[in-house]
């Protein structure tokens, strides 16, 4: 499979207007940091389902952190996981990853860990190769489901964008109490190999400027990854169009000395 014929594939999967995905399993994607990866999404095709509305979110803002009773079942995920894994075996496309991601956060689905179980079943079956990979923001560790369905996975990457809880709040906007000591707490707490993803930008949010790259945000960020000590750690800024359109891209120098001074602390570091 050519990288057009990828992107082309892409393409359709996406809702051009609201950046939604249209379909349950989508792909393969070439990421840049899982390799040629077949997405996930366990969640509403019609409507984002997140408990957090961060403004730099590709999905736009949050309607609800609730499930409109649309959520997919398992065995509908199983069955169109498995026509893809097999369309890409008789084309010959080797995956190197089944990544969970999608229209929000993934073990908000309440039979996460079955997904799971089922999606590594499949991968036994047609791509022995692949990861199970989940993009997930850490929100849920305390959840048995959840936290069993991220013990199964291969590689877990958990979302920490903020040194601050006053950043945090403007960064990721959680709905209820969740906090950020919290889930720093809960990560260090999880007893398996953990990744971090993290998320700089900077410009305006809600009316006001943020800059979650602030010299005093990264040194409180780089205290949690100290006490974290993550496998690795891969830094963003934006890459596809925000929620808030006024938000800005931190520079890739930036980002590389921000990389360099969690390398210090003996962690490997990437800065996409
Ligand atoms: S956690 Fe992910 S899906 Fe949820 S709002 Fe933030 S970026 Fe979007």
Known sequence: MTRANLAKDLAHDIDPATQLH????????????LGLSLGVNPLPVETKVCNFDCPYCECGWTVSDRPAGRM???ETLAAELEAKLAACQAQGVRLDAITFAG?????LHPRFCQIIE?????????????????LTNATRLRHPDARAGLMRADIRQFKLDA?????????DRPFGGLTLARIV?????FDAPKM??????????????IDSAAPEEVEAWLRHVARIRPTEVHLYSL????????????????????????????IPALAF
Do not use: H
């Not at 089922?118 to 989940?134: N, W």
């Not at 993803?197 to 400027?209: D, I, K, L, V």
């Open 239 to 266: 890459d596809r169009t925000a929620a808030e359109p006024t938000l800005e891209k931190v520079s890739p120098g930036e980002l590389e000395a921000i990389a360099e001074r969690v390398r210090a602390l003996g």
């Open 196 to 209: 971090l993803q993290s998320m700089f930008f900077r410009g305006q949010s809600a009316g006001a400027p």
């Open 103 to 107: 229209n929000g956060e993934p073990t």
């Open 22 to 33: 249209l379909t349950y399993v989508y792909g393969p994607v070439p990421s840049r940091r």
């Open 72 to 74: 997919p079942s398992a």
């Open 118 to 134: 089922a999606a590594s079943a499949l991968r036994d079956a047609y791509a022995p190769q692949a990861k199970i990979a989940v």
């Open 163 to 171: 040194g601050t809880e006053a950043m945090f709040r403007r960064v």
């Open 185 to 189: 707490d809960d990560i260090c707490a």
